[in-house]
């Protein structure tokens, strides 16, 4: 099993800054990903970052690419998703998630709300 928690959502005006974080636990070991998605109301979760368990690669969506910036604290088993310059459209409920080598299983954080307002 992997156990996520997330936390650091919240309400900002346009062009400020949030920091998410998600807390793994449990077989870290047999991590392939940790991704970071987005769900806005009614609309399909998006994957937005990608960060190779062992931090060498990194994918960002377009609609995120140098305003987001995901990393990591190995100590501490936490991933981190810095967000800058937010925009309205960012608006939607931040999922962090673990994808496991070999199966592709994922595993989920609970959900975050991120409102940013114009």
């Known amino acids: 099993q992997v156990q996520l928690v997330e936390s650091g959502g919240g309400s900002v005006q346009a062009g400020g800054s949030l920091r998410l974080s998600c807390v793994v636990s449990?077989?870290?070991?047999?991590?392939?990903?940790m991704d970071w998605f987005r769900q806005a109301p009614g609309k399909e979760r998006d994957l937005i970052v990608t960060?190779?368990?062992?931090?060498?690669?990194?994918y960002y969506a377009d609609s995120v690419k140098g305003r987001f910036t995901i990393s990591r604290d190995n100590a501490k088993n936490t991933i981190y998703l810095q967000m800058n310059s937010l925009k309205p459209e960012d608006t939607a409920v931040y999922y962090c998630a673990a994808r496991l080598r070999y199966t592709s299983t994922y595993y989920w954080g609970q959900g975050t709300q991120v409102t940013v307002s114009s």
């Open positions: 960060l190779s368990w062992s931090g060498d690669s990194t």
């Open positions: 449990g077989r870290t070991f047999s991590i392939y990903t």
